[in-house]
């Protein structure tokens, strides 16, 4: 009778363990959901790549936003690439490239206190950088800025009228320290190139900033005109805007524009 009571409490108390675990297994498991549900922000992902038809390395990072470009075509990751020119002297000129887009890499040296600039390179909502073919790093990059909330919120709307792009843009929650810029971006092309370290080689590009410009931000609403360069076509292009802090280079929020449609980041 004794040995019968005590398998009897002992199978109580197991029981009650059981039921105890699986009390906060079931706990854990909404504190995860939770926790998920929280970090699914409102956020966005300026990817800035910089990079060069004469260096050897950066195709492999040219594909990798390429290939992240094509995923992510309906969620508010922006690519922008940046083809820098002092790769031009060591025996093949980009055409894509501008001293407008080294100076910008340079810019980011000075406010991530590097020491020198590289290609390829990416930078991400202006606070992140690291080698441009690092998929793991730039995939994990992209996941953190959608799950943020950002502060501020913008709106563009952009239209071709004879000889130039037309942009409208609305924005809120930005700080006085902060700009408006405007890049106009050729989504593809491809370019033999015959000299230099990939000579022989035909390259493949998207999201080639064509040409950017400052947009000084008064009252928060107004328009911007950017001159269209050779070559340019409504159905190939797109107008994608950010709004950056001018002391630290963080990206406040970001939008894009194709022509007669407009996207924006919402806080």
């Not at 995860?32 to 929280?38: A, G, N």
């Not at 492999?60 to 922008?80: F, G, H, M, T, W």
């Amino acid at each position: 009778m004794k040995s019968i009571k005590i398998f009897a409490l002992t199978a109580s108390f197991a029981l009650a363990v059981i039921i105890l675990a699986s009390f906060i297994n079931h706990k854990d498991k909404i504190a995860l959901k939770k926790e998920s549900v929280k970090a699914d922000g409102k956020g966005f992902a300026v990817v800035e790549l910089f990079t060069s038809e004469g260096c050897s390395s950066c195709p492999s990072a040219d594909e990798l936003v390429a290939r992240i470009q094509k995923e992510n075509k309906d969620k508010p990751v922006y690519i922008l690439a940046f083809h820098v020119d002092y790769w031009n002297r060591l025996g093949w000129k980009d055409v894509f490239s501008s001293a407008d887009y080294s100076k910008r890499q340079n810019e980011y040296a000075s406010w991530l206190n590097l020491k020198s600039v590289y290609t390829p390179q990416i930078v991400v909502n202006g606070k992140k950088e690291f080698v441009g073919s690092e998929e793991g790093t730039l995939r994990n990059a992209i996941t953190a800025g959608l799950r943020a909330n950002p502060a501020a919120t913008l709106t563009l709307n952009a239209q071709k009228d004879h000889n130039q792009v037309t942009v409208t843009y609305r924005t809120d929650g930005v700080d006085k320290n902060s700009t408006l810029l405007l890049a106009l971006v050729q989504k593809a092309a491809q370019t033999k190139v015959e000299r230099g370290e990939n000579g022989g080689h035909t390259l493949s590009h998207v999201q080639i900033v064509r040409k950017i410009q400052s947009q000084s931000l008064t009252g928060g609403n107004g328009n911007a005109s950017i001159a269209l360069p050779e070559g340019f076509n409504t159905q190939g292009w797109e107008v994608i805007g950010f709004v950056q802090n001018k002391t630290n280079g963080a990206i406040l929020t970001a939008a894009k524009s194709e022509f007669g449609t407009s996207v924006n980041a919402s806080r």
